[in-house]
């Protein structure tokens, strides 16, 4: 067997660790082909290694992509998986994320509040917008004047640019006040983390469109829509599609996207080709056979429309920001 006498923790789950937080990283800066592909490699890891793959990054990618079912069955297995506060937090808070992005606010008011009784240092930082805007649309707002109140001290004492551009559109959310939305963007466009920034740009332009500004929110709603459709962000840029429909826009159909052509572990194998992997390089990393590299080139050639290795080097969808060691 594969693995057979690994230990079960040391460095294969150091590795699946780091593989867990690149994950997270490539969501975070708009790279959904890479958070897909680690995504992949962990798992294989994992199966060799004969235990669970880590359920944190999983489900924090689900959410990011509007993934109801996907996240549910991660969900239940999480909850059937022995418990420990921090792994409760991130499931409830990454429950608020996916409710929001599916504008189900009720359902992301609950999970947000649950996920913010222990208040864990990071985990309760990050469900605290996800509280505001919930409660914002569930005309909460005494659940929502409490969470900025929070929200604020935190980004005050970390003076980071994003948490104060996070802060920035949930004040906007609170008050009403578009400067805190055009601070939001401004503080938010200086970093690399999209989901953010798009977040702003649709927080900003729900809030003109409901000032009867349509000429205004179309540009900021278009904005959000390219940017969370290309980083995979799916719920959020249905929501941005949405709006548009409610100015009297019509969206236009984006061309599908690589990862969503391919399997996981089809994008996986792709992107380490595209890195300038051989077959038998991949295969060892992703602890499958060769034959089965060749099978899922063969499939990803016929998907994408390609006839060779090359092709798959020079492709824009496929661009890797760490080569292949």
């Given at each position: ?78 909850e ?11 499931l ?20 947000a509040?649950?996920a ?58 609170v ?18 983390l ?9 927080l ?107 092709q ?14």
């Open positions: 067997m594969a693995g057979e006498g690994w230990p079960r923790v040391g460095f294969p789950l150091l590795l699946r660790l780091g593989l867990g937080q690149k994950i997270i990283d490539a969501v975070m800066i708009g790279d959904i082909g890479q958070a897909i592909a680690a995504t992949a490699e962990e798992a294989a890891i994992a199966a060799a290694a004969g235990v669970p793959p880590l359920a944190h990054h999983r489900l924090h990618l689900a959410a990011q992509r509007g993934r109801r079912e996907e996240f549910r069955e991660l969900a239940q297995k999480a059937n998986a022995p418990p420990s506060a921090g792994q409760v937090t991130n409830h808070a990454t429950t608020a994320t996916l409710n929001n992005g599916l504008a189900d606010y009720p359902a992301a008011l609950a999970a509040r649950r913010t009784e222990h208040d864990d240092i990071f985990l309760t930082g990050s469900a605290l917008p996800e509280l505001i805007e919930a409660a914002v649309a569930c005309d909460d707002h005494a659940a929502a004047t409490e969470a900025l109140a929070s929200l604020t001290e935190r980004t005050q004492a970390s003076g980071t640019t994003t948490g104060r551009g996070v802060a920035a559109y949930a004040r906007g959310l008050t009403g006040i578009e400067h805190h939305f055009q601070e939001a963007i401004e503080l938010l466009a200086e970093g690399r999209i989901p953010h920034l798009g977040r702003a740009h649709l900003y332009g729900q809030w003109l469109r409901r000032e009867r500004r349509r000429r205004d929110c179309r540009r900021h709603l278009h904005t959000v829509h390219e940017l969370l459709s290309k980083a995979g962000n799916e719920g959020f840029a249905r929501r941005a599609a949405m709006e548009l429909r409610a100015t009297g826009e019509k969206v236009r159909s984006r061309s599908e996207q690589h990862h969503e052509k391919l399997t996981m572990q089809e994008v996986a194998v792709a992107r380490l080709v595209a890195s300038g992997a051989t077959s038998n390089e991949v295969a060892s990393r992703l602890f499958i056979s060769k034959r089965t590299v060749d099978a899922h080139l063969r499939n990803i050639f016929r998907k994408l429309g390609l006839t060779s290795r090359r798959l080097k020079d492709d824009p969808d496929l661009l890797v920001h760490d080569r292949f060691e």
